[in-house]
C-alpha cells in the first residue's frame, strides 16, 4: 500500500539500526505490519516505524490483533505466555517471528516478591552485524514487560552459537516458502 505521512514521525533505518526523522508528506510503502510495528519503503531505503507512530501514516489501520493481544491472557502467568509474547516480535526485514526464526536461545523465568515475576531472554540475530539488534531486543523487552505480573524483562543478544537457517522452525520454513 502506498500513502504519505501525516506528520513527522521518529523511525528506524533498516538495516543500519539508526533514529532518524522522516518527515511531513514522505512518501511511503508498507512492506510489512507484523507485531504492530510497520515497515516502509520510501526513496531513502527501509525504515522500522514503531506501533505509537502508525497513526501518522495516512489511510493505515492496524489489525485489530496488532501489538501485545497476549497481555489479556487469562489464566496463571507461566513460560507459554511469555513465548506467545516473543511469537508477536518481528525482524523488519522477514515476515517470520523471532522465535520461528530460531533467535531466542533462552528463556528464564524467576518467582518476585508479591507474586511477581523476573523474565531474562538470550537471543541472537540472523547476522553480526545487523544495526537492528537493539530495536528487536528492546521490542521483544517490551512486550514481555507488559505481560501481567512481570517486575522486569531483560534481553540480551548473544553470539554463541552463531544463528544458522537450519535454526528456523517449520513454520518460520513455510512462511519463507522454504518447504
Not at 501514516?57 to 501485545?68: D, F, H, W
Amino acid at each position: 500500500m502506498e500513502t504519505t505521512l501525516t506528520r513527522d514521525i521518529p523511525a528506524t533505518a533498516i538495516p543500519a539500526g539508526d533514529a532518524v526523522t522522516l518527515p511531513t508528506g514522505t512518501s511511503v510503502f508498507i512492506t510489512q505490519t507484523l507485531g504492530g510495528n510497520v515497515t516502509v519503503r520510501t526513496e531513502r531505503g527501509l525504515f522500522r516505524i514503531a506501533q505509537e507512530n502508525t497513526g501518522a501514516i495516512s489511510g493505515y489501520a492496524p489489525a485489530k490483533s496488532a501489538g501485545v493481544a497476549v497481555a489479556a491472557v487469562a489464566g496463571d502467568f507461566n513460560e507459554q505466555v511469555v513465548w506467545g509474547a516473543l511469537r508477536t516480535c518481528f525482524d523488519p526485514e522477514i515476515p517470520v517471528n523471532i522465535v520461528d526464526l530460531g533467535l531466542v536461545y533462552d528463556l528464564a523465568i524467576e518467582s518476585a516478591a508479591g507474586g511477581k515475576h523476573t523474565v531474562e531472554v538470550k537471543m541472537t540475530l540472523t547476522a553480526q552485524g545487523c544495526g537492528m539488534g537493539p530495536t528487536i531486543a528492546e521490542d521483544a523487552r517490551q512486550k514481555i514487560a507488559a505481560l501481567p505480573t512481570v517486575e522486569s524483562a531483560k534481553v540480551h543478544i548473544v553470539w554463541d552459537p552463531i544463528w544458522t537457517p537450519q535454526m528456523i522452525s517449520a513454520e518460520g520454513r513455510k512462511a519463507l516458502g522454504l518447504e
